[in-house]
């Protein structure tokens, strides 16, 4: 068996291994309770706000591509639909990162498509972080000493790590090359060097924009969270929530689990239980983020059937 083969079955292990733990704590009976007691009003506007989240997250990437040959924001928004569902359905083959950059990369190039996704999650994690940063003082007692360490260290180690690949990239490639000789045929490939120099590349002006607009897609991420939270009768200021959610997509971009199954479910458990929420009323809530996800992927997967991206599988494989 390959590794590669072997990492695509230790990945659903981690999220079985995960659930059964979670719901041996919990019992399904508390959690169906829970999801059976919630409000379908508030599950609709999660549903709506979550669907505005994926345009606003379409229009920043559409900043971060640049060019006037660049997709329009109806197609990147359908990638991104199309990406949910390659997450969600095929975990163990093309990532929906990979069809993101590889449908782009027929009008932008390979390497301005890859490091513009590469930029899409960094300045996605920045925002949310800095945000989450400035809301720190307002939910009060709820915050444990631990959560309110783990988001300062994020808010300031994301824009750090940004900045020195941007400044040092080339420079890091060089003394790689020097150092590590058999390391000179990756590190001085030429799409290696014009992926740095793309990421490298953008201007003042853009990375403000999208940052704006990614503080706008922070904050209706966490309103997602506030209406799953209300319709199962959870009572939590928006405030924690904004400050959780850099946490939740920091855990989330740790590639040990299927979609984030079993590492939602048991970051959900860590960072919601001290907040006074119960296990079962965490878990319900992160089954219902969960549903969230699978209906987008659905979509993207009729939108794929509609769009067509044979040539970008072809293209990725």
Same mark, same amino acid.
């Given at each position: ?56 997250? %379409? ?78 003082? *307002? ?8 959560? %309110? ?33 058999? *390391? ?13 120099? @793309? ?82 009323? @965490?878990? %319900? ?11 987008? %992927? ?20």
């Amino acid at each position: 068996m390959s590794k590669k083969h072997a990492y695509s079955l230790i990945k659903p292990l981690v999220s079985l291994i995960l659930l059964v733990v979670i719901f041996a704590r919990t019992g399904w009976q508390n959690v169906i309770h829970v999801l059976a007691s919630g409000q379908l009003v508030w599950f609709g506007l999660a549903i709506g706000v979550y669907v505005a989240g994926v345009f606003v997250r %379409a229009v920043r990437w559409r900043i971060l591509l640049g060019k006037p040959a660049t997709p329009g924001l109806g197609r990147l928004t359908a990638m991104y639909f199309v990406s949910f569902f390659f997450n969600s359905f095929l975990p163990t083959g093309i990532g929906g990162d990979v069809v993101r950059v590889t449908e782009v990369a027929r009008s932008t190039g390979i390497s301005t498509a890859a490091s513009s996704v590469i930029a899409d999650r960094t300045i996605g994690l920045l925002s949310a972080s800095l945000l989450a940063l400035l809301v720190l003082p *307002l939910p009060g007692n709820r915050v444990s000493p631990l959560i %309110a360490l783990v988001a300062g260290v994020i808010a300031v180690g994301t824009p750090a790590i940004f900045w020195l690949l941007a400044r040092y990239a080339t420079a890091g490639l060089n003394t790689l090359s020097r150092t590590l000789p058999f *390391l000179r045929p990756v590190a001085g490939h030429h799409k290696v060097r014009e992926f740095i120099v @793309a990421l490298t590349a953008y201007a003042p002006r853009d990375l403000v924009q999208a940052f704006i607009v990614s503080l706008v897609f922070a904050i209706s991420n966490a309103v997602t969270y506030v209406c799953i939270g209300e319709a199962l009768h959870i009572d939590l200021p928006l405030a924690y929530y904004v400050l959780v959610s850099p946490i939740i997509t920091l855990v989330l971009l740790i590639p040990i689990s299927v979609n984030g199954l079993g590492t939602r479910d048991a970051a959900y458990q860590v960072l919601f239980i001290p907040a006074g929420v119960t296990s079962d009323g @965490a878990l %319900a809530m992160s089954l219902a983020y969960h549903a969230l996800n699978l209906l987008a %992927a659905v979509a993207g997967g009729v939108v794929y059937v509609i769009i067509g991206t044979s040539e970008t599988l072809a293209r990725s494989e």
